[in-house]
């Protein structure tokens, strides 16, 4: 079955840097688009970033551009989001999502804190 584990989240200070990462299993995952999501407390969940499985096409949030990049190494079945620059509003819990012909799958997400 359809297998996303995220890991790599934790407490860092404003302006520092953090990769979380997103274990993938259970289906061919170098042809399927991989997005990172987040939810902050109280807020809907919003997209972050998304990549193509040939790496062709990345989209990112406004609100990231320019501090997070989204990759993945399809040896490893493993997608990445690297984040510097962080910021407080940044903090939430960070969800990987796989499109598999037309459905969804999620993570359990990774809780990202960012404060002094």
């Known amino acids: 079955q359809v297998q996303l584990v995220e890991s790599g989240g934790g407490l860092v200070q404003p302006g520092g840097s953090l990769r979380v990462s997103c274990a993938a299993s259970?289906?061919?995952?170098?042809?399927?688009?991989m997005s990172w999501y987040r939810q902050a407390l109280g807020k809907e969940r919003e997209l972050v970033a998304s990549?193509?499985?040939?790496?062709?096409?990345?989209n990112y949030a406004d609100i990231v551009k320019g501090r997070f990049t989204i990759s993945r190494d399809n040896a490893k079945n493993t997608v990445y989001l690297q984040m510097n620059s962080l910021k407080p509003e940044d903090t939430a819990v960070y969800y990987c999502?796989?499109?598999?012909?037309?459905?969804?799958?999620w993570g359990q997400g990774t809780q990202v804190t960012v404060s002094s």
């Open positions: 999502k796989a499109r598999i012909n037309s459905l969804e799958y």
């Open positions: 259970g289906f061919t995952f170098s042809s399927s688009t």
């Open positions: 990549i193509s499985g040939g790496r062709i096409y990345r």
